[in-house]
């Protein structure tokens, strides 16, 4: 009978081991000191590819669920289909597509889809008033942008020139 005790003894120091074992699993697998997070999303650059949208008068890095427009490239010209360029000072030129045609008028660089009221005869780029489309003011719509040695989509009727950028548009 002294075997048949030693049996229930190691019996219970089996359980006793196996009942631990399984709750450091448990705690191991739940989580616990150690638990691990998922990496911290990496910092927004302006690179072609980028994805921004607008925030007020000025254009943003954002995420892409969140952002219509991308950054087409960054260079000092920009290729065809690029809707409105900004400036990065010192690294060149973003060419940004896919920002909605401005809503709100005033003196800010028109993009591919805006319309703007006629210049004044020395009227810089920068200075070319965007209007609603609507509006009895509208003068032409903005189709492309190009640089010297590019040219105007066809059906543009009118080209705007500020040294090396071309507006090319389509009257109304």
Not at 145 to 170: E, M, N, Q, Y
Request: charged share 15%.
């Amino acid at each position: 009978m002294i075997t048949s005790g030693i049996r229930f003894q190691a019996l219970g120091l089996t359980l006793a081991v196996l009942i631990a074992a399984t709750t450091v699993a448990g705690v191991l697998i739940v989580g616990g000191p150690g638990e691990s997070r998922p990496p911290p999303p990496p910092p927004l650059r302006w690179s072609a590819g980028a994805c921004v949208r607008e925030s007020g008068s000025t254009v943003v890095l954002d995420v892409c669920a969140e952002a219509p427009g991308r950054v087409l490239a960054i260079a000092p010209t920009c290729p065809p289909g690029t809707d409105l360029r900004a400036a990065l000072h010192p690294t060149g030129t973003a060419c940004l597509a896919g920002l909605p045609p401005a809503t709100r008028p005033g003196p800010v660089p028109p993009r591919r889809g805006d319309c703007v009221e006629r210049p004044r005869r020395r009227t810089s780029l920068g200075e070319i008033v965007r209007v609603s489309c609507g509006s009895n003011r509208a003068w032409a719509k903005v189709t492309a942008f190009h640089t010297a040695g590019g040219g105007c989509p066809k059906g543009s009727d009118h080209v705007l020139r500020g040294g090396p950028t071309r507006i090319c548009l389509t009257g109304r």
